[in-house]
């Protein structure tokens, strides 16, 4: 069991570039999460998905941010024309459907848009 | 909507204190419980959860029950340690409202320090 992971751990881009982010749940999870979490702040969810399938979106900051999942493994988060107020550590958590809703966390892309 | 209020940090104790950090929730359906702990430089763990009333979760000496009736999920210890210096979150999932988020509702965290 290798755990959640994502990448980069961190990036550093200017204002209005796009940036795409990667989590790797763990390898028997079908169910994938994407979190905001800002300083001083719990994390704040903004969708999952359940295999492929993207079951909430509404969360989803503004209709600059973007996910998808397309085999059902991996997933990508993406901000496009980033803003100052993005910055941020994203973190992705996995969890199995049938499971009482505990979610396991990696270790997080902490985003700097200056 | 749902939400969850817990104390205000930083908390400081002493090693071997007592420790009670307040959580309450608000939730339309029937949540589940969590508490997530935060060491310096990692990510969120679980550390306990409970899903339903009257449960009780525990775990490396730190317990909580799920109690309906105060809407509360309140972390305790007995005799912390230095290494559990940590922020502390407490957090909800809502199942059965039909609404189809299955996300986590965070409370704002509470940060603790146990000093030697």
């Known amino acids: 069991d290798t755990g959640v992971s994502q990448n980069p751990r961190h990036k550093i881009t200017k204002r209005g570039q796009n940036v795409t982010f990667r989590c790797d749940p763990i390898?028997?999870?079908?169910?994938l999460y994407w979190y905001r979490q800002t300083l001083g702040q719990g994390p704040e969810f903004l969708t999952y998905?359940?295999?492929?399938?993207?079951?909430?979106k509404s969360r989803l900051l503004s209709d600059r941010f973007s996910a998808e999942r397309p085999k059902g493994s991996f997933s990508t988060l993406e901000i496009q024309r980033t803003e100052q107020g993005d910055s941020a550590m994203y973190l992705c958590?996995?969890?199995?459907?049938?499971?009482?809703?505990?979610?396991?966390f990696g270790p997080g892309t902490r985003l700097t848009v200056l | 909507g749902n939400s969850v209020t817990q104390m205000e940090g930083p908390v400081t104790l002493s090693e071997e204190a007592f420790l009670t950090i307040n959580c309450t929730y608000t939730?339309?359906?029937?949540?589940?419980l969590f508490w997530y702990v935060q060491y310096p430089g990692e990510g969120l763990q679980l550390l306990l959860k409970?899903?339903?009333?009257?449960d009780k979760g525990s775990n490396k000496g730190f317990e909580a029950t799920y109690r309906k009736e105060t809407t509360s999920f309140h972390l305790e210890k007995g005799s912390v340690q230095v290494s559990d210096s940590a922020v502390y979150f407490c957090?909800?999932?809502?199942?059965?409202?039909?609404?189809?988020?299955?996300?986590?509702?965070f409370g704002k965290g509470t940060h603790l320090i146990i000093q030697p």
């Open positions: 958590a996995s969890s199995l459907a049938a499971s009482s809703g505990t979610q396991y």
């Open positions: 390898s028997e999870h079908n169910r």
């Open positions: 998905f359940q295999n492929e399938a993207q079951l909430e």
């Open positions: 939730a339309t359906g029937y949540p589940s």
């Open positions: 409970a899903t339903k009333a009257d």
């Open positions: 957090a909800l999932s809502d199942r059965g409202t039909g609404g189809g988020a299955d996300g986590l509702t």
